[in-house]
């Protein structure tokens, strides 16, 4: 005779409070973002630039290595600084749904790694973008980072398929920014729409779920042996 686990201990934390602690994350995670955005209009101050007020028709005398307006790339860079928390918490939401569809539980520092390397890309985008433009930059930190992310998908999930989603997430994932930061006219009319759409999204794949469980499936016991507790998704 065998007999299942309870419900989880209170060591463990359901899926739904994962959802709410990572959403927490993702908000924290974005204040050293608004640092980067300080970082470059400090860095358009010593140029004497003035990137509230450059207009993209009149030239710029302080331009890069490859002849790009530094104002542009300044502006361009605060600009995607501004999207960081929808972007970190896009990040983090396609993480969390890997998590649910393989069963594989994902630990809050692995999140934390995530968060720290997004983080880093605006660093990468900012430097960049000081010597060959923010088109170009934009394009090797957000490669570099993709790849990266999908690596450790493959790290965590232990599956090539798994990395190779990852990859295609992300990929569409930094090209919707990009367009988002070019389109400044239609920014938030396409921010809003896809936004909506990946909460419809989450809501699809999520509509079985049972976001009271911990994520893990009872193990039998022996008979009048002790229950094994849960591993909290902390540990």
Do not use: C
Not at 28 to 55: C, E, K, Y
Not at 82 to 98: A, E, R
């Amino acid at each position: 005779m065998t007999i299942l686990n309870p419900s989880p201990t209170r060591g463990s934390f359901s899926i739904g409070a994962k959802f709410f602690l990572l959403f927490a994350l993702a908000v924290l995670m974005s204040i050293p973002g608004f640092f980067v955005h300080s970082l470059a209009t400090d860095r358009a101050g010593q140029h004497h630039i003035d990137t509230n007020s450059v207009s993209v028709e009149q030239p710029q005398p302080h331009r890069s290595l490859l002849g790009v307006p530094l104002a542009d790339s300044y502006r361009s860079t605060e600009r995607a600084t501004k999207y960081i928390t929808l972007f970190l918490g896009l990040v983090f939401l396609t993480y969390f749904l890997f998590e649910l569809t393989t069963g594989k539980r994902v630990h809050a520092g692995q999140y934390a790694l995530v968060g720290i390397a997004q983080t880093i890309f605006y660093l990468l985008l900012l430097s960049l973008a000081e010597h060959v433009g923010f088109d170009l930059a934009f394009l090797i930190a957000g490669l570099a980072t993709v790849l990266l992310f999908s690596i450790n998908a493959e790290w965590i999930f232990r599956s090539r398929a798994v990395a190779l989603r990852a990859f295609a997430v992300f990929t569409l994932l930094y090209s919707f920014i990009y367009v988002l930061l070019r389109l400044e006219d239609y920014a938030l009319l396409v921010g809003s729409i896809t936004s909506f759409a990946a909460v419809a999204i989450t809501m699809y794949m999520t509509r079985t779920m049972d976001w009271y469980s911990s994520g893990a499936q009872p193990t039998p016991a022996p008979a009048g042996a002790p229950n094994p507790t849960r591993e909290s998704w902390l540990d």
